[in-house]
């Protein structure tokens, strides 16, 4: 088959992909609903049994939470859907999204619905429109190779269970990918406009535990030591660093502690998220929350424990990530789409996958809008669309009309 001859089967197959899409998006995958994860999963896992190698469903650790009291809980999580195809050959390709969503097992946008434009519903463009969007176009790059004979690039699919709350039991599995692999693809939802993410700030998220003593409001007032307003300076304390670095914000998004009115409160615990655009900043931001600590123990006679670490760096446009923007404007162009790339605030796994030495282009997926909240749409014209950009990017690498643009050797 040649080029043009793959993508024009892909445009036979967008009724097939609005079934997939609806039928995946129909069933709940929150990520602390590992059951519905893994039905996903199972549903996933025939269509990519077609592929020279063998789709198989891989257990991910379960993770660790906060909880109120401070105390830290084991979360299970859903399997990762993981498939190799020519795994030593010389140019190989990580192609990668999730299966779970944000919105609960309880949350009221459930129903998957469409009309002639648009399909809505929980997690179809967030991202199982892209699950189908990466299915289709390695099932044309195969029938180009095929074709071809060409045996020199590999590829890698690896869907995992947990993004949305930032991949913390597929961290291993993303990781050795990114070692293996040269290139990557992520099927993120595009820009509403249609456009890319260029560079992409780093995000943490801690979870101070302010440690203080229980005692009776009425009879032993003095002997208390009171958490929460340790917990609430220590906040006010984080809030105050949003001044000290231009870009970088701090956002304390969650206070709990307290129990009855006549009891001292022993333990509260304040959350933040971190976002900043420069790896540089990770060791001073880590020192000034370490000071805040300091201060607010001494001052409180507080006992402060920090969960949570630098796990999202930044991600730039620049060298092999930069080549391969261009490619992508390139192939768009001969599509008749015009592509840019926009900076963002918003971070995926392209930004741990960039971090571990992977350049990756990350939100390859549908067109839609509304994500993470019941607004959420994709938008149908995408499905094939998206899908004929990245099957050219493939196709143009595997046939040689792109030039290979990385210079790693894994
Ligand atoms: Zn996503």
Avoid at 319 to 335: H, K, N, P, Y
């Amino acid at each position: 088959m040649s080029k043009l001859e793959s993508l024009n089967w892909i445009e036979t197959q967008r009724e097939r992909m609005v079934a997939l899409v609806e039928h995946w998006a129909s069933i709940n995958s929150s990520t602390y609903h590992p059951a519905g994860v893994e039905q996903v999963a199972h549903a996933v896992l025939p269509e990519f049994s077609t592929f020279a190698g063998k789709a198989e469903l891989l257990n991910v650790p379960s993770m660790m939470e906060v909880n109120e009291r401070g105390v830290l809980v084991d979360h299970s999580l859903g399997p990762a859907l993981s498939l190799r195809v020519r795994p030593t050959a010389p140019r190989r390709i990580l192609l990668a999204i999730h299966m779970d969503t944000v919105y609960p097992q309880d949350s009221g946008f459930q129903e998957v619905h469409r009309d002639e434009m648009n399909m809505y519903g929980p997690g179809v463009a967030d991202a199982k429109g892209g699950i189908s969007v990466l299915l289709v176009a390695l099932e044309a790059l195969e029938q180009f190779l095929d074709s071809t004979g060409n045996t020199e690039i590999g590829w890698e699919v690896l869907l995992n269970p947990d993004e949305e709350i930032g991949s913390p039991g597929s961290i291993e599995l993303l990781r050795s990918a990114a070692k293996r692999n040269h290139l990557g693809l992520l099927f993120e939802p595009a820009l509403p406009d249609g456009h890319l993410a260029g560079d992409r700030k780093g995000s943490a998220n801690f979870h101070f535990v302010c440690h203080g003593k229980s005692a009776h409001a009425g009879r032993h007032f003095e002997e208390g030591i009171n958490a929460i307003t340790a917990a609430a300076d220590l906040a006010m304390r984080v809030h105050s660093l949003n001044d000290r670095w231009t870009g970088t914000t701090l956002n304390v998004s969650r206070i709990d502690g307290g129990g009855p009115m006549n009891m001292v409160p022993d333990v509260a615990v304040v959350r933040a998220n971190v976002r900043y655009s420069d790896h540089s900043l990770e060791a001073e931001i880590d020192l000034a929350l370490r000071e805040i600590m300091g201060l607010v123990d001494q001052t409180h006679h507080v006992h402060s424990v920090r969960h949570g670490e630098f796990t999202t760096p930044p991600k730039q446009v620049e060298g092999t990530i930069a080549t391969m923007f261009e490619q992508v404007t390139e192939c768009g162009q001969s599509l008749g789409l015009r592509l840019d790339h926009h900076p963002t605030g918003g971070v995926c796994d392209g930004n741990r996958l960039a971090g571990w030495g992977l350049p990756n282009i990350d939100n390859l997926g549908v067109r839609g809008a509304g994500i993470h909240s019941h607004e959420e749409f994709l938008v149908l014209d995408s499905l094939t669309e998206r899908a004929k950009l990245t099957a050219s990017l493939l196709i143009g690498w595997a046939s040689g009309a792109l030039e290979w643009p990385s210079t790693l050797d894994p």
